[in-house]
């Protein structure tokens, strides 16, 4: 879980398993959901497939389905966040911009947050 200084504490059983499989803390408005996932998971297809929608209300159909051209699938990741390897991805990152959900590979335990208040993408921090 996130020890408050934006990492994720991976030290309990919960955290890496020996299954292949990560713990994933998704926070969305007031909620937050516990997920696990196998590592190598597109973070979009996570969500998606746990019901947890990385989009915007208008961009929930008019999307590039995980291309990584349209950049609505936006996400904060406060704890565990992977190195960029898009371009997109590497901007979002150093200018405060939301992060491509469909992008990032999970690759360990990490802390999620849907951006709620965007229109299409996501502001800066």
């Known amino acids: 879980m ?73 996400v904060r990741i406060p704890a565990g966040e992977p190195d960029p390897t898009h371009w997109h991805d590497r901007l979002a990152a150093r200018f405060g911009y939301p992060r491509l959900s469909c992008q990032i590979r999970i690759r360990g335990p990490m802390v999620v947050e849907l951006v709620e208040d965007k229109r299409v993408w996501g502001g800066r921090e």
């Open 2 to 74: 996130d020890d408050g200084n934006g990492r994720v504490d991976d030290s309990d059983a919960e955290g890496c398993g020996g299954d292949g499989e990560v713990r994933v803390v998704v926070r969305h408005g007031d909620a937050e959901t516990v997920t696990r996932a196998a590592v190598g998971t597109t973070l979009r297809d996570h969500l998606l497939d746990h019901g947890l929608s990385p989009y915007a209300r208008l961009t929930e159909r008019a999307n590039c389905g995980g291309n990584g051209l349209c950049a609505t699938c936006g």
